[in-house]
């Protein structure tokens, strides 16, 4: 049963610090969503801190790499390599909302955390993409390029994306979905990796 509920203490509190941010959270509020009283509340947290980096250390166990990147392991593929990791990367935040704007919500607010989470949430995709770039071009099939620049500007260019979808949806009367935004930057990288 404890475990439980401190599942739920974290759930509700990822939903109020992505709603309001941590400074507008309160303990009241949270006890309140997870139906406990205050002091019932400081049995599984020691302090809306404790509450904040538990929900943080949370993100990376929502992140679902490994299936991805067994799945592209094998491949020498750009076409397949770049839309595959596009496509997680715009899939979950897409479903995950509340968890993009809460790591924005630490890294606008500077939380001691943030770097950390930020880190822990682009890093891997951005070490796998490097390594299969440097596999790619070992084997001669991609020019020579500095391949974690090369990620890291893949992957910012995927985040901004994600990030934006909601923006851009009806912006100046036009709607882009993941697809069409893959269909029209995964190419221009593509292009640029290809050996000629």
Known sequence: MSENRKTQIIKEATSL??????????IKQL????????????????????IYDAVLDSLNDVMDYQGLFEKLNNSDNLEEILPGI???ILSFFKEHRELYRLLLYSTLREHRKAREVFKAIRTPYVEYLTKKLNELQKKGLIKKK???????????????????ATIWKGFMGKSYTADKVIANNVPIFIDGLNED
């Open 17 to 26: 610090f992505s709603r309001f941010g941590y400074d507008k959270v309160t």
């Open 31 to 50: 006890a309140d969503a997870c139906g406990i009283t205050e002091p019932a509340l400081y049995r599984y947290f020691s302090s809306k801190e404790a």
């Open 86 to 88: 596009a496509r997680h």
């Open 146 to 164: 500095n391949n974690e620049i090369t990620a890291r500007c893949f992957i910012g260019m995927v985040f901004d994306c994600a990030l934006n």
